[in-house]
């Protein structure tokens, strides 16, 4: 299983995510001699229990996420963070809850771009907007390493020489922000250093969570 890291793009302080910002991102990969692959599309719902008593809702937990990759389109991953669960589940677990009508879609967004491919490493760059819509919520950037390396910490160091590449190549734009990677605690989760699509879930919960963080700073410091 190759191995990733997930980047979520930081703005700086008074400035908000734009597709210029996305646009500039995307020149930079080339930059550094990045060969256009194709698109790519991942997929993250937030769910809410469907409850007859409303009084009942304290029960359930209010940060249940699902994960659709587009590596394992088979298979369906859901996160609860403040239980640090994360399990894999057949891809028909989406048509059994819609039928079982246990939980609802409480938002869904789709982050989606272009995929590069340079060296051994692929690089996956791209928008975070709602389904149905195309109001930018932030930017992504997934760092795929493709050597025969599946430990995490084998590979740590190959990976932070590749990432400080890519930001002495973000850094020559004057970019308003940066690209942050803040790695969860994956054995919190009960993974091993071993490499699997449920870790790739788990970065994608922890970067949702500080887009939203990044969003509601900036909405504060507007008001």
């Keep these: 299983m190759p191995l990733k890291w997930v980047f979520n793009w930081q703005p700086n302080a008074g400035s908000t995510v734009n597709s210029q910002i996305l646009n500039e991102v995307s020149q930079c990969v080339e930059s550094i001699n990045g060969v256009k692959e194709g698109r790519w599309k991942a997929t993250l719902t937030y769910y809410k229990p469907m409850l007859r008593d409303q009084a009942l809702a304290a029960e359930f937990p209010r940060d249940f996420l699902g994960i659709s990759l587009p590596e394992q389109p088979n298979k369906y991953y859901f996160i609860l963070r403040g239980h640090k669960i994360v399990l894999e589940a057949d891809s028909s677990i989406q048509l059994i809850m819609e039928k079982l009508q246990s939980y609802k879609s409480r938002v869904a967004l789709n982050f989606e771009g272009f995929q590069y491919q340079l060296g051994d490493f692929q690089l996956r760059v791209g928008k975070v907007v709602p389904t149905h819509s195309e109001n930018l919520r932030g930017i992504v950037m997934e760092q795929v390493e493709y050597l025969p390396i599946s430990s995490l910490e084998k590979s740590r160091q190959l990976m932070e020489e ?62």
């Excluded at 400080?164 to 690209?179: C, E, M, N, T, Y």
């Excluded at 250093?193 to 919960?205: F, G, I, L």
């Excluded at 949702?208 to 504060?220: N, P, R």
């Design 162 to 223: 590749f990432v400080d590449i890519w930001q002495d190549a973000v850094s020559k734009r004057s970019l308003p922000g940066h690209f942050l990677h803040i790695e969860p605690n994956f054995s919190d989760y009960g993974l091993a250093d071993h490499y699997t699509s449920q870790h790739t879930a788990v970065q994608y919960a922890h970067v949702m969570a500080q887009l939203i963080a990044s969003v509601q700073a900036g909405q504060a410091a507007r008001n």
